[in-house]
């Protein structure tokens, strides 16, 4: 069964710093997610992206983020200058072709990022 | 704005237990409800979803769930549980409109522990 999956597993990084974290969809699908979990608290939503551009954010996804599509396989998710409280597991996720709010997300197996 | 709760936090079982958790969600308007599981080590997976018709919605691994609209809940159950089952199991929800890009708000998750 086709998979979303994630590099690395785990980040680690200094306060400052840029990251990107990398996913790669499954093949077939158009709409692109990224969610965070900080530890001990909800999975929450980042922002969705379609046909190469962000559909809709959350207001945690401010200027410090960006996604990107660079390839037509990989999305990406880069955070400029990453702040301590930007520490959790980054989840992506990619859903189908039509377009309808019930279709399923699937997601990565998801990234840790720890900022020291 | 849309939120989730889940009212436990930590479930233990003994293996053959029925099993029953709790979801209920705030919103105004028609929503598709799901239940994502995480296995230990494992990404999130989609047990069942419900997004019109039959309330009772059955998913896999003989896990069913029934959304009353009237309460706002969408409670998972499951007759006989197995040590298996040992999971993480997260409730969420997205707004049913046309042009909702499917954005899922999650419950913070129960943990299920089934003792063998």
């Known amino acids: 069964e086709p998979e979303v999956t994630q590099t690395p597993s785990h980040q680690v990084t200094q306060m400052g710093q840029e990251v990107i974290l990398r996913c790669v969809p499954i093949?077939?699908?158009?709409?692109f997610y990224w969610y965070r979990q900080i530890l001990g608290q909800k999975v929450e939503f980042l922002v969705s992206?379609?046909?190469?551009?962000?559909?809709?954010k959350s207001e945690i996804f401010d200027d410090q983020f960006s996604v990107e599509r660079p390839d037509g396989s990989n999305f990406t998710l880069k955070i400029r200058s990453t702040k301590l409280e930007d520490s959790a597991m980054y989840f992506c996720?990619?859903?189908?072709?039509?377009?309808?709010?019930?279709?399923?997300?699937?997601f990565g197996p998801g990234t840790r990022l720890t900022v020291l | 704005a849309q939120s989730v709760s889940q009212h436990n936090h930590h479930v233990i079982l003994s293996e053959a237990a029925s099993l029953e958790l709790g979801c209920n969600y705030s919103?105004?308007?028609?929503?598709?409800l799901f239940w994502y599981v995480q296995y230990p080590g494992q990404h999130l997976q989609l047990l069942l979803k419900y997004f019109s018709g039959d309330p009772l919605v059955k998913g896999i691994k003989g896990f069913e769930a029934e959304f009353i609209k009237s309460k706002f809940s969408f409670n998972l159950r499951k007759p006989s549980v197995q040590w298996s089952d040992t999971a993480e199991y997260f409730c969420a929800v997205n707004a049913n409109y046309g042009g909702s890009q499917g954005n899922l708000i999650f419950g913070k998750g129960t943990k299920l522990s089934v003792k063998p």
């Open positions: 996720a990619s859903s189908s072709s039509t377009a309808r709010s019930e279709d399923t997300q699937y």
């Open positions: 992206f379609y046909n190469n551009e962000i559909s809709e």
């Open positions: 093949s077939n699908h158009l709409y």
């Open positions: 919103y105004g308007g028609t929503v598709n």
